[in-house]
């Protein structure tokens, strides 16, 4: 078998077989507290607090009590994790993203590679259809690791069992695909589900 040859389809979850938009979430938290969305956005995304929810360290309480005491939160455990997961929908792009993996699975392994917690992902797997179609999921809260360091990818790897450049990786986001393909991983920039179809095509697999 060619050295070259892709064994395995890696995907990235959000805007890819799923769609999210956060800003959802912040304008509705906002209406709980004394910060704007703006505010809300760079205390979720830049704070230590949400990275560590993500790896894995901190419980699902945990993080509501740290969230509730930085924002002074007015609002119950409950009713956050509800405004906190419904961000998430299905469009046309995921639906054919979707169709695309199931087709894949039937001669390849397919595998998911997520930033994602524990709330994100209990939901999306009790109200999503997106995981029957991978074989594997590798999931940053999990690993204890989040995209991009190296070591998530060099755990993908030894875990799926094959060389790097077998992987074919797709993400929606350039410097995490830029990170995989330092590591060796088939790394492409997803955009489309016609330009995925494309990327395949251009490692000799037809869809």
Known sequence: ????????????????????????????????????????EKFFFESSV????ERGEVAPEEFFRLVKEALGLRLGYDSFVSIWNEVFSLNTK?????????????KYRTALLSNTNILHYKYLKENFP?????????????MGLVKPQEQIYEKVIAALGVLPENIFYT??????????????????????A?????????????I
């Open 130 to 142: 997106v995981f029957g179609v991978l074989h594997e999921q590798f999931l940053s809260f999990e």
């Open 1 to 40: 078998m060619p050295p070259q040859e892709i064994k395995v389809f890696l995907f990235d979850l959000g805007n890819v077989l799923v769609d999210f938009n956060h800003r959802i979430a912040l304008e509705r938290i906002s209406a709980f507290c004394d910060k704007s969305p703006a505010d809300l």
């Open 171 to 192: 993400d929606d986001r350039k410097e995490l695909v830029a990170c995989a393909g330092k590591m060796g991983l088939k790394g492409f920039v997803f955009t489309s």
């Open 50 to 53: 949400t990275g560590a929810f």
């Open 194 to 206: 016609e330009q995925l179809i494309k990327d395949i095509s251009s490692c000799g697999i037809k």
């Open 94 to 106: 995921n639906r054919a993203v979707y169709h695309i993996v199931n087709s894949l699975r039937q």
